[in-house]
Each structure stands twice: as C-alpha cells, then as structure tokens.
Nanobody, 128 residues
C-alpha cells in the first residue's frame, strides 16, 4: 500500500521560499509519475508540477514555471518542490501524489486522474 507523507510547509512573508518534501513508502517507484497539487480555500484543487521518476522529465502549471522547481532524491523515494518568490496567492494546502507504473505524458501528468495515491497535505501560508 502506498503511503505518502508531506513536510516542509509553513508560514513565510511574500518573496520568501519554502522547500516541500514528499516521502513515499511501500511503493514501486519504477516508471511512475509523482505530482504536486494545491488547494486554496474556496477553490478547486489544481496541479502545480509533476516529475517522471525514470527520467526526471517534468512539467509545470503556467503559474509555477518561473518560481517553483520539482526534483527527486537519488533513490527516487522522495520528491521535492522548491517554492521561490512566494506570493500571498500561493497560500494553500499542498498535496503530493503518486501514480502507478506508467509511461510519461506531460499533459496527463497534471491531471488528477493520473494518480492513485495522495498525501495528507501540508499548509503553506504566505503573508503580504
């Protein structure tokens, strides 16, 4: 059974940075997709970034391209999301997700239907 545990959230001022981590346990990591999503109060959950564990290929939502970076540990058990130049509108609960074994498709990697497991979320709060 897949277990994902996020950490690294917190409260920062606008312009600050945070690094989120998502550790996976009980999971086959070969040829899978790992993603980050977020949900702000009153809004639907949206994709942030994704990475293909086999190659390191990645994809980002438009708002994340210039400020956020997704990466993975060498053993591919942990995925990171570096958040730079944070803005108040980045305030949200950030969730990590994992797919089953699959090929890489950059478009579907940002769709919730790609993923079979989700973490509990970590809160990011950005003050102005």
């Amino acid at each position: 059974q897949v277990q994902l545990v996020e950490s690294g959230g917190g409260s920062v001022e606008a312009g600050g940075s945070l690094r989120l981590s998502c550790a996976a346990a009980g999971y086959t990591l070969t040829n899978s997709v790992r993603g980050w999503f977020r949900q702000s109060p009153g809004k639907e959950r949206e994709a942030v970034a994704s990475i293909f564990t086999a190659s390191g290929a990645s994809n980002y939502a438009d708002f994340a391209k210039d400020r956020f970076t997704i990466s993975q540990s060498s053993d591919k058990k942990t995925v990171y999301l570096q958040l730079n130049n944070l803005k108040p509108e980045d305030t949200a609960i950030y969730y990590c997700a994992a797919s089953g074994p699959r090929s890489w498709n950059r478009y579907s990697s940002l769709e919730e239907s790609t993923y079979i497991a989700w973490g509990q979320g970590t809160q990011v709060t950005v003050s102005s």
